[in-house]
Nanobody, 120 residues
């Protein structure tokens, strides 16, 4: 059973930084594929960043150059480093798995979410 537990959210001023973490357990895979989604009030959930294997990453245009997705060597913790935060980054951020035998890009498992609030 996959369990994803996010932490690291909080409130910051515009221009600040936060690092989100996601503790991963029970994730058995032949093709590691995970990511971060977010949902702002009144908006649909959107993919923020994804990582496949050890190096392949992708980002939403709105966060490119500001956010970095990574994982530890054991692949038991997923990170999202968020710099130069903007008020429009305010949302609940979710850690997701997106594949077991191949990277489908479709979220399969979700964490409970962590709130990020950026004030101007």
């Amino acid at each position: 059973q996959v369990q994803l537990v996010e932490s690291g959210g909080g409130s910051v001023q515009a221009g600040g930084s936060l690092r989100l973490s996601c503790a991963v357990s029970g994730y058995t895979y032949s093709d590691y594929c995970m990511g971060w989604f977010r949902q702002a009030p009144g908006k649909d959930r959107e993919e923020v960043a994804a990582i496949e294997g050890d190096r392949s990453t992708s980002y939403a245009d709105s966060v490119k150059g500001r956010f970095t997705i990574s994982h530890d060597n054991a692949k038991t913790t997923l990170y999202l480093q968020m710099n130069s935060l903007k008020p429009e980054d305010t949302a609940t951020y979710y850690c997701v798995t997106m594949g077991y035998t191949y990277c489908s890009g479709v979220p399969l498992d979700w964490g409970q979410g962590t709130q990020v609030t950026v004030s101007s």
